[in-house]
């Protein structure tokens, strides 16, 4: 398990996904990132920075966004 920041691009409040920069890859972002439910999705907004947990180091597509931050 391996905790990352992010930025927020984009988000879906239908699907409650999240389109995400990782810090560090300027041209690589994450779509389809499930958010959990606890954070509200007046928070989702678009350049906030984000804590992301991903189980598999290897797998970018099994990442969770855990929290927001300004």
Known sequence: MEVR??????F?????????QVA??????L???PVARNIPSSEM???????L?????TNPQD???VAVYS
């Open 5 to 10: 920041k992010g930025v927020i691009k984009g």
């Open 12 to 20: 879906d409040s239908g699907t409650y996904r999240a389109t995400v």
């Open 24 to 29: 560090g890859s300027l041209s690589v972002w």
């Open 31 to 33: 779509e389809g990132v």
């Open 45 to 51: 907004v678009t350049g906030r920075h984000c804590a």
């Open 53 to 57: 947990i991903f189980f598999e180091e």
């Open 63 to 65: 990442a969770v966004l």
